[in-house]
C-alpha cells in the first residue's frame, strides 16, 4: 500500500485499517496482523495530527506552477551570502540543462529538488534550492552563461532577505 499523500487519504486509511482491526479481533485472530495493524493505526494517527507535515509550502509551490519541465534552462542557486571572496564560488552553483522532474523538499525545510540533465551529460543530477536567510534561485530559459544573465531579466527569482539588524544601544 502507498504512503497517502493528503490528509484525506490518511484519513480513509486509517478507517481502513480500523475496519480490519476490528474483523481480525471478533474472528479471534491469534496470529502478528492485529498487532502490525494496530502498529500502523499507531503511526498513521500520529502523521494525521502532525501540524508540521501539512504545513503550506509556499516557495515549492510557486516554483512548481511557474517553472516549466522539459525545457533547458540555466539556474543559479545561492545556498549563502558570501562574507569573503573565497566563500563566494562555494556558496553558488551555475547549472545550465533540461529539467526532468521538480520534487518538494523533506519536512520542515520549503525549497525544491530539480533532477536535471546538465548540458553535455546524459542521466540527470539533483540540486536542491532550500529557502533560507540569505539564499536565492534565479532561473532563465535557454542555455546561457553567468557573464549572459547579467544581460538578461531572470523570469523566475525567488530570494529570502535576512532580517534587518538595528544596532544595539548601550545600556547605561
Known amino acids: 500500500m502507498s504512503i497517502p499523500n493528503s490528509r484525506d487519504g490518511y484519513k480513509q486509511s486509517l478507517l ?3 475496519y480490519k482491526l476490528v ?28 501540524a508540521e507535515r501539512w504545513k503550506p509550502s509556499p516557495v515549492y509551490e510557486g516554483i512548481q506552477t511557474r517553472i516549466p ?23 553558488q552553483q551555475w547549472v545550465t540543462g533540461k ?10 525545510d520549503d525549497g525544491a529538488r530539480f533532477a536535471l540533465v546538465p548540458t553535455g551529460k546524459r542521466n540527470p543530477r539533483s540540486f536542491q534550492y532550500r529557502a533560507v536567510v540569505s539564499s536565492s534561485l534565479k532561473v532563465w530559459r535557454g542555455k546561457l552563461t553567468p557573464e549572459q544573465t547579467q544581460a538578461r531579466e531572470p523570469f523566475y ?6 532580517p534587518v539588524q538595528y544596532p544595539q544601544e548601550a545600556s547605561a
Open 69 to 91: 519541465v522539459g525545457e533547458v534552462l540555466t539556474l543559479h542557486i545561492r545556498m549563502w551570502r558570501a562574507e569573503t571572496p573565497e566563500d563566494e564560488q562555494r556558496c
Open 157 to 162: 527569482h525567488h530570494e529570502t532577505i535576512p
Open 16 to 18: 481502513l485499517d480500523i
Open 23 to 50: 474483523q481480525a479481533i471478533e474472528t479471534d485472530d491469534s496470529s502478528n496482523y492485529p498487532t502490525s495493524l494496530a502498529q500502523s493505526i499507531h503511526s498513521d494517527t500520529r502523521e494525521y495530527f502532525n
Open 99 to 108: 529539467v526532468v522532474k521538480i520534487e518538494r523538499l523533506y519536512r520542515p
